[in-house]
């Protein structure tokens, strides 16, 4: 386990702390933490970090930046880091806008993972402190320990936040970037005293004077190009969510840890890889499989191809379909398996085509 803001456990306020990816000049090597001088163990208890602040003020930036940090500080000791995200993020093994929804069901490969999950607001609002979504997610936040999972979460207003998802959460950080965005100060707060053995009642959010800790993120624009927030993240009690993601998310920027392919043999974005979790799902003439075969019909142009993106997109509306496949990898797993190849042509949001096996 990698973690960056956890100290020993002690009664001693927590210390002034910098670090960077980069020193930005030789001279300041002393005062810079690397990767590679953070500890690597599998030992210690998961936590749970907020980056709250206003827009615009670097708060998914950091965020990425810490993962970063992170995974290579794992690499640097011969390990590695699992990191998980609900925005498009470069190094990260699973990014979807779907990835919440399946973790809330504790799948069988969520383990020992860094969870990163941009505008929790989305999920976990205070005006909705009885939604489904909400009670499911704090008893997730109650599991992490069991299943090693760290989580770091972004919001625009605290306040807004579900107090079991606040009581849930470690440390809290308000995130303040410089103009050029290049680098960025965190304000750490042990807002619970469990470090700081600080217990006393606090005002909350808590003001910057307050901060345990002070952080600097340094050469930012090293992770500029590494993560994408620009998507909308819709509610997911909203009607018609599948197509407002369909509209923000291509093909090419789904990333999925359900479906793993053999090792050396397919890379991540190979279509090839839904083969090994295709599983027929119809049985008998009557079946959802045979009837989802005439409405395929419908979608295959004179060459035998369709594009399964565009097929995904007419047919999901549909009640039966939502039942049979709840997301668009089931679907594309159930092709491979029906004797349909799948093909990336490019990397478009309908670069992939499927063709009928010979």
Known sequence: MVSLFEPSRSSRPLK???FSFYPQKKDDLASILLSKDIPVTKKGTPIVVG??????????LSMTAIARFLKNAAIAKGSDLTVLANYWVQFASASHPHLMDELLQFPPWAWDALLLVDEIAVFVSRRRSLARDNVMFSAFLQQIRKRRIQVIWTTQFPT???YDTLTQTDLFIEADRTPD?????LFVFDYWGQ??????????PPPRHEADRTVWLHNLDKIWPLYNTDQVSPPTWVPGRDEILAQEWR????RFLTVEPEEGTVGENDPSRYEKHAHPQGIGQNGPDQRLIKELGNFVD?????????VWQMLRSQSWIKELFPHSNDFY??????????IRMDTGPNGMIARRKQ
């Open 333 to 342: 797993s159930w092709l491979a398996a029906h004797g349909w190849e799948l």
């Open 51 to 60: 980056l709250f602040g206003r827009r615009d003020q670097g708060k998914s």
């Open 302 to 310: 004179a060459d035998g191809e369709m594009r399964p993106s565009r």
């Open 181 to 185: 965005g290049k680098h960025a100060r």
């Open 195 to 204: 470090w700081s053995g600080n217990y006393t009642h606090k005002v909350w």
């Open 160 to 162: 807004q936040i579900d």
């Open 251 to 254: 093909d090419d920027q789904y």
């Open 16 to 18: 002034e702390a910098a």
